[in-house]
């Protein structure tokens, strides 16, 4: 067989492919993904923090006044700390006036004073 007989075969062209469309596509597609999953994260995350202060409320709604009056300092601190934010000025002058019961070693009654104060925040709370 000598060359003669293979003038039929075409050479070899090469295709010029252009890969910016794919590669810009297929970046929008992973960014239009990203976001996707951030936003179902942060609602998650949302979601979850409110059910917490949700449960918190209804938790300070329900304390008992007539139990034990160290719990009752304990429970309405973490309670009130959940749902209110730091410049809360009516939470921190209440947390004040409970800061000498916390520590003692002997239950102290707790004033009436203090209980009403108590009372009156958990209704502006809710």
């Known amino acids: ?10 050479d070899f062209e090469y295709l010029a492919i252009s890969w910016h469309i794919y590669l810009t596509i297929g970046s929008i597609v992973l960014l239009f ?24 409320t209804t938790l300070l709604k329900h ?4 139990a034990d009056d160290k719990k009752l300092i304990y429970s309405f601190t973490i309670y009130s700390k959940i749902i209110s934010n730091k410049q809360d000025e009516n939470l ?7 800061q000498p019961y916390k520590y003692k070693k002997q239950n102290l009654k707790l004033s ?7 009372k009156k925040y958990i209704m502006s709370v809710s």
Do not use: P
């Open 1 to 10: 067989m000598s060359l003669e007989n293979l003038r039929d075969i075409k």
């Open 33 to 56: 993904l990203i976001t996707i999953v951030a936003i179902v994260l942060y609602k998650k995350r949302k979601k979850k923090t409110q059910n917490i202060i949700q449960k918190a």
């Open 63 to 66: 304390l008992s006044f007539d």
């Open 92 to 98: 921190n002058s209440i947390l004040k006036l409970l």
């Open 112 to 118: 009436e004073d203090i209980k009403t104060k108590m």
